[in-house]
T-cell receptor
Framework: EAQVTQNPRYLITVTGKKLTVTCSQN?????MSWYRQDPGLGLRQIYY???????DKGDVPEGYKVSRKEKRNFPLILESPSPNQTSLYFC?????????????FGPGTRLTVL | AQSVTQPDIHITVSEGASLELRCNYS??????LFWYVQSPGQGLQLLLK??????LVQGIKGFEAEFKRSQSSFNLRKPSVHWSDAAEYFC???????????FGTGTSLTVIP
């Protein structure tokens, strides 16, 4: 089944404890992206990647890192999480970097930072 | 500032009634425009998209949207709402500046029997 998977789906952690949220897609998509969803703010793009080893900042990159060493994986790294990073995170992918392609979204990761 | 505006935070409609969800954007030129739907506890699913050509676009689940350049709007419509349409709807814009996407704040739709 074609899909975007994220792990973990739920995570509660404490301030300053490094964490990684994994994202993997099995559709051979070139474009991948991370978003955070907050009440009243909609989705905001954190980082995106047009292809392997190519990443760019989105609207809210501060406090996050990403890497794209393989086409299928695009992990989101929080080196020192803070409570303001408590949010619902979505990973998405699309066939190519061209804007007209549909983005396929993962099921989301709900992160709580205490 | 550049933005995507969905002025209605929450809308309630009766099943069978028509629906229109508003979306305005402030990016220049003609951006790529999208509507996504998010069912409770789920990720987002694309309803429809506009890039060029006919300004009335058809999507899945009986939805359509009309691009109006003069009004910088891309409103979503459905002639007859079903209870299963209850969800959150997001308008999104890619300003043709390099694959960065901007979403509106969403409109939550409640459908009453």
């Amino acid at each position: 089944e074609a899909q975007v998977t994220q792990n973990p789906r739920y995570l509660i952690t404490v301030t300053g404890k490094k964490l990684t949220v994994t994202c993997s897609q099995n559709m051979n998509h070139e474009y991948m992206s991370w978003y955070r969803q907050d009440p009243g703010l909609g989705l905001r793009q954190i980082y995106y990647s047009m292809n392997v080893e190519v990443t760019d900042k989105g609207d809210v990159p501060e406090g996050y890192k990403v890497s794209r060493k393989e086409k299928r994986n695009f992990p989101l790294i929080l080196e020192s999480p803070s409570p303001n990073q408590t949010s619902l995170y979505f990973c998405a992918s699309s066939p190519s970097g061209a804007s007209y392609n549909e983005q396929f979204f993962g099921p989301g990761t709900r992160l709580t930072v205490l | 500032a550049q933005s995507v505006t969905q002025p209605d935070i929450h809308i309630t409609v009766s099943e069978g009634a028509s629906l229109e969800l508003r979306c305005n954007y402030s990016y220049g030129a003609t951006p790529y425009l999208f509507w996504y739907v998010q069912s409770p506890g789920q990720g987002l699913q694309l309803l429809l998209k506009y890039f060029s050509g006919d300004t009335l676009v058809q999507g899945i689940k009986g939805f359509e949207a009309e691009f109006k350049r003069s009004q910088s709007s891309f409103n979503l419509r459905k002639p007859s709402v079903h209870w299963s349409d209850a969800a959150e709807y997001f308008c999104a814009v890619e300003p043709d500046t390099g694959n960065q996407f901007y979403f509106g704040t969403g409109t939550s739709l409640t459908v009453i029997p």
